[in-house]
Antibody, heavy 120, light 109 residues
Framework: EVQLLESGGDLVQPGGSLRLSCAAS????????MSWVRQAPGKGLEWVST????????YYADSVKGRFTISRDNSRNTLYLQMSSLRAEDTAVYYC?????????????WGQGTLVTVSS | QSVLTQPPSVSGAPGQRVTISCTGS?????????VHWYQQLPGTAPKLLIS???NRPSGVPDRFSGSKSGTSASLAITGLQAEDEADYYC?????????FGGGTKLTVL
């Protein structure tokens, strides 16, 4: 059974930094691209970032480019999102999601999410 | 402003059929990229409902179906049930990056 478990969400001040983690199990982690998708309170889903299975290719939404860094440790089956220069508009539940295949581009499994609140 | 446009809300009585549209452009749906649909029940994470325009993952009832034509796609739900009350999102690629529709809240009357 595929499981994705996010952690690391917290209350942080504007301009601060935070690192999210997503522990994966139930599939061959290194074989699949992984993503972060966020949802601001009462709002819709927003794609944030994607990393290829090997970690060699990364992609970012314009809203986070230059501030967020996605990475993975395939030996630990763990996905990360390093967030810096955080803004109030980054407040959201952050979901980690597995991509079925790059060609198709759908998110076939999701974690339960972790809440990041940016406020002074 | 989402790249993919969905109606903010739709509603229907139990047993009825409803459809949710997802309108894109020549840089996403019209470029031939697949459309996927997700269901988000209140207080839970999204769940893949329709993959690759019309494919249902294992466990998804056949009351849910997807279609795509030109620059648009649609999700149809037949035999509406109270448990279908949720937010629904379409998703595709645009300029090789992932994009979502703004979401549609389905209310079962």
């Amino acid at each position: 059974e595929v499981q994705l478990l996010e952690s690391g969400g917290d209350l942080v001040q504007p301009g601060g930094s935070l690192r999210l983690s997503c522990a994966a199990s139930g599939f061959t982690f290194s074989s699949y691209a992984m993503s972060w998708v966020r949802q601001a309170p009462g709002k819709g889903l927003e794609w944030v970032s994607t990393i290829s299975g090997s970690g060699s290719n990364t992609y970012y939404a314009d809203s986070v480019k230059g501030r967020f860094t996605i990475s993975r440790d395939n030996s630990r089956n763990t996905l990360y999102l390093q967030m810096s220069s955080l803004r109030a508009e980054d407040t959201a539940v952050y979901y980690c999601a597995k991509i079925s295949t790059f060609r198709r581009g759908d998110f076939d499994y999701w974690g339960q999410g972790t809440l990041v609140t940016v406020s002074s | 402003q989402s790249v993919l446009t969905q109606p903010p809300s739709v509603s229907g009585a139990p047993g009825q059929r409803v459809t949710i549209s997802c309108t894109g452009s020549s840089s996403n749906i019209g470029a031939g990229f697949d459309v996927h649909w997700y269901q988000q029940l209140p207080g839970t994470a999204p769940k893949l409902l329709i993959s690759g325009n019309y494919n249902r993952p294992s466990g998804v009832p056949d009351r849910f179906s997807g279609s795509k034509s030109g620059t648009s796609a649609s999700l149809a739900i037949t035999g509406l049930q109270a448990e279908d009350e949720a937010d629904y999102y379409c998703q595709s690629y645009d300029s090789s990056l992932w994009v979502f529709g703004g979401g549609t809240k389905l209310t079962v009357l």
